[in-house]
């Protein structure tokens, strides 16, 4: 059974740091597509950040391109999302989630949170004044 469970999520500055961390279980195999979501109070859910289980192909949004850092950390079974140069429309639940590339490409796959499988609960970050 995957199970997803992301941590880090905190309050900070505007211009701060976080370093979120989502630990994965039950993966039996290679081949996954894994990534960050967001979701903002009244806004629709929002691909950030991905890539493949083999740590390469890293693709981010526009919005965050630059300041954010997704990589996987396999010995540890660890998706981790460095964030830097906080902002305040950065403010969200983040989400981790998974799916089983099955030959799709990541970068498409991130666009559309229906297209993910697995998902972990969620850590929110706040960024204020």
């Known amino acids: 059974q995957v199970q997803l469970a992301e941590s880090g999520g905190d309050s900070v500055l505007p211009g701060g740091s976080l370093k979120l961390a989502c630990s994965m279980s039950g993966f039996t195999d290679s081949g996954y597509c894994m990534g960050w979501f967001r979701q903002a109070p009244g806004s629709e859910r929002e691909g950030v950040a991905s890539?493949?289980?083999?740590?390469?192909?890293?693709y981010y949004a526009d919005s965050v391109k630059g300041r954010f850092t997704i990589w996987y950390a396999r010995g540890e079974s660890v998706l981790y999302l460095r964030m830097n140069s906080l902002k305040p429309e950065d403010t969200a639940t983040y989400y981790c989630?998974?799916?089983?590339?099955?030959?799709?490409?990541?970068?498409?796959?991130?666009?559309?949170?229906?297209?993910?499988?697995?998902w972990g609960k969620g850590t929110l970050v706040t960024i204020s004044s």
């Open positions: 890539l493949y289980d083999d740590g390469f192909r890293t």
């Open positions: 989630a998974a799916v089983r590339a099955g030959g799709r490409l990541c970068s498409t796959l991130i666009q559309s949170s229906s297209d993910l499988d697995y």
